[in-house]
T-cell receptor, first 111, second 116 residues
Framework: LAKTTQPISMDSYEGQEVNITCSHNNIATNDYITWYQQFPSQGPRFIIQGYKTKVTNEVASLFIPADRKSSTLSLPRVSLSDTAVYYCLVGDIRSTDKLIFGTGTRLQVFP | GAVVSQHPSWVICKSGTSVKIECRSLDFQATTMFWYRQFPKQSLMLMATSNEGSKATYEQGVEKDKFLINHASLTLSTLTVTSAHPEDSSFYIC????????????FGPGTRLTVT
């Protein structure tokens, strides 16, 4: 499974757009990129998943450049409730099944 | 989306005793479930892969005789922490994938274990 690198922490203010970048230089052809959100004392929650270009859902967007060696999770207009740890995971989810978590990015949103 | 539950949500036990944690997929069948452990301010660490009807696969460094995993049905996996010690105090999280619904993996709410 490809190793990922994320910033340890980020700060933002309510209403701002937050972009969290994840590096995965060794991503394989069949690997997908998945982002999870985790609040304290809770299990991770799926946010978004993609393979290339751009994916958008009701809570976030995921930008993946052509070389796929990095990806950016974009959270529009964050609120206090978006304060959490965000994990970027890379792997061929159709064959390996297990997910190996990296360090994650601790996002703190201030009023 | 699919739901994974865990029971209990928290447990306190004395050193030397055993504790069982249940993980259930409520509305789907899961041939494979995963167990993670998370210490405060740290990331999730995969402990083992639980396979229905067969032995679990443990990650390197995880004592299989201490962390017993049983996956007796397609909706239930259990993790038993045997002869618990204070250093086993942690947040234990299970996950499962609904293979019929795509590639999203669903996580349980976690179980907080405190060993005194």
């Amino acid at each position: 499974l490809a190793k990922t690198t994320q910033p340890i922490s980020m700060d933002s203010y309510e209403g701002q757009e937050v972009n969290i970048t994840c590096s995965h230089n060794n991503i394989a052809t069949n690997d997908y990129i998945t982002w999870y959100q985790q609040f304290p004392s809770q299990g991770p929650r799926f946010i978004i998943q993609g393979y290339k270009t751009k994916v958008t859902n009701e809570v976030a967007s995921l930008f993946i450049p052509a070389d796929r060696k990095s990806s950016t999770l974009s959270l529009p207009r964050v609120s206090l409730s978006d304060t959490a740890v965000y994990y970027c995971l890379v792997g061929d989810i159709r064959s390996t099944d297990k997910l190996i978590f990296g360090t994650g990015t601790r996002l703190q949103v201030f009023p | 989306g699919a739901v994974v539950s865990q029971h209990p949500s928290w447990v306190i036990c004395k050193s030397g005793t055993s504790v069982k944690i249940e993980c259930r997929s409520l509305d789907f069948q899961a041939t494979t479930m995963f167990w993670y452990r998370q210490f405060p301010k740290q990331s999730l660490m995969l402990m083992a892969t639980s396979n229905e009807g067969s032995k679990a696969t443990y990650e390197q460094g995880v004592e299989k005789d201490k962390f017993l995993i049983n996956h007796a049905s397609l909706t239930l996996s259990t993790l038993t922490v045997t002869s618990a010690h204070p250093e086993d105090s942690s947040f234990y999280i299970c996950s499962a994938r609904d293979v019929l619904a795509g590639y999203e993996q669903y996580f349980g709410p976690g179980t907080r274990l405190t060993v005194t």
